[in-house]
């Protein structure tokens, strides 16, 4: 059973896993890759456990050229040093 | 396909760990999660019930730190008791136990020292740098100060400091760190938003924080970071994110006089002298739910329990019970009554939580239609329980029969502590 149902705005792009990510209870991160939602794939999963979550989006954003989508994952931000 | 997280921690685990002639730090750990992913090659390999999950320990492990720490500074006794005459809670969480956020970094203060190990590649550490660190370290931009109070969330934390100031660090990018940007920081930077307020507690969530202000006259509650699911209460419509602090709504009569680690634990005392109660908020400082209990009064706000609808800020439910005490994890809360007794909200996952015999005891108000499910934990028949907690899918108790713990819920990682990696619906 699906953990939770999570709209693809709310997962962060994550450039090291080149996948959309989002927190799992365990600690690891949910994960689905720009390939696997372009394949119209719903289920992002956690590489250390059972859980997975449904990804809600539009596959309209990722079929096509990557340049036509218009989801704008977080960016990373400047890290300021006190 | 095979896939492992790049965000393993390399290197030994804390059980393996071992320094001659360092003091020892006994911490019974409640659950490692992560942190016990000792091998980089932690295949996808699913965990059925029984199956023993590789090098995670499914009981209780001796953490060993190689910094010399007494265990007198670890656990030292309560450092406040608000109000002679208040009914004396006698487990109320020590702001010194380690804190365990779902981002596997460990706070732990001692004597006013913080020292962080764990994740840290967001900058929550504090240490100036965006590693992960096996063994704590000292988080030296805070020497200076008397630390009272931590929080680990997701990829932040917070400190308070016994003058009442607030620092956070780690990642900001939803403005939970409270300094009106988006920017993180990788060591604690002081919120300026607070200066001329007193901070009593701090409790760092997913993508959010709330915070526990003293006043001479009323106590508020803050919020700030991610409030899409309504967690920050701030608001009655639904928002985005804020950066800067905001008060919590609906709770602008409240006096709040004490706060305990794990959550904000709030103790409310009415103005009238002879009724002094104990009540709990426990907000849920890793997904997006918040619980306050004042007067006897059930509020709640953000993610809803068991229903689809968020709530946007607190809203009083009407129950005829009196809970001291509450618990949250990431899709239930565990309420505990003055007379020992424990029942659960929500926990359609692995909280608690197969348990089909579920009653219906809280109503929201005439606001929000919707019904919270509280069930009367299993299992439980003439046990008196002292003391509640919460995973983010598991349960425990410490019971009054000699301090005996009992553990419930999701046990894919061992996190029961109960020598194998299975489920239980009930308290074991």
Known sequence: MSYDDVVIEDMEWNNELQAFTYPCPYGDLFQITKDELKLGEEIARCPSCSLYITVIYNIEDFSGDNSKTSIEPSKQQPVAVA | ?428
């Open chain 2, 1 to 428: 396909a095979k896939r492992f997280s790049n965000r393993t921690l390399k290197g030994e685990s804390f059980s393996t760990k071992r320094k001659q002639g360092s003091l020892e730090a006994e911490i019974g750990v409640r659950s490692m999660e992560a942190n016990e992913r000792v091998n980089e090659k932690y295949t996808n390999k699913k965990c059925g019930a029984g199956e023993q999950v590789q090098r995670a320990s499914s009981a209780p492990v001796t953490l060993k730190t190689t910094t010399s720490l007494s265990s007198s500074l670890l656990f030292p006794p309560l450092q406040q008791n608000p109000s002679p005459s208040s009914p004396a809670v006698a487990l109320t969480p020590l702001p010194s136990l380690p804190l365990c956020g779902c981002s596997n970094e460990f706070l732990i203060v001692a004597g006013g020292r913080v020292l962080t190990w764990g994740r840290g590649t967001s900058g929550q550490l504090g240490h100036g740098d965006m590693v992960n660190s096996l063994n704590p370290k000292p988080v030296d931009a805070l020497q200076s100060f008397v630390i009272t109070h931590g929080s680990a969330g997701w990829n932040h934390s917070g400190f308070v400091s016994d003058t009442g100031c607030l620092f956070t660090c780690g990642d900001g990018s939803f403005g939970q760190l409270g300094h009106g940007d988006y920017s993180s920081r990788c060591s604690p930077v002081n919120v300026l938003y607070f200066s001329s307020r007193h901070v009593e507690q701090i409790v760092c969530g997913m993508r959010h924080s709330l915070a526990l202000l003293k006043g001479n006259v009323e106590d508020h509650v803050y919020g700030f970071g991610s409030g899409k699911r309504g967690q920050l209460g701030t608001s009655r419509d639904r928002i985005q994110s804020i950066s800067l602090p905001q008060i919590t709504l609906g709770l602008e009569d409240n006096k709040i006089a004490s706060i305990s680690a794990n959550g904000i634990i709030v103790q409310h005392y009415l103005v009238r002298p002879k009724d002094f109660y104990q009540f709990d908020i426990n907000s849920l400082p890793l997904y997006a739910s918040a619980l306050l209990i004042s007067d006897g009064h059930l509020y709640i706000w953000g993610r809803g329990f068991g229903s689809t609808t968020d709530v946007y800020c607190p809203h009083r439910a009407s129950v005829s019970l009196t809970f001291t005490q509450a618990a949250l994890g990431w899709n239930h809360a565990l309420l505990l009554t003055g007379d020992g007794t424990v029942f659960m909200l929500g926990g359609n996952h692995h909280g608690g939580l197969s348990n089909p015999q579920k009653t219906i005891l809280v109503k929201h108000t005439a606001e929000q239609s919707n019904e919270a499910l509280v069930g009367r934990i299993p299992n439980l028949d003439g046990i008196k329980v002292l003391q509640v907690a919460a995973g983010a899918e598991h349960s425990a108790l410490v019971t009054g029969k000699n301090g005996v713990i009992m553990t419930w819920g999701w046990g894919e990682h061992g996190q029961l502590g109960l020598g194998n990696s299975d489920d239980q619906t009930s308290p074991q």
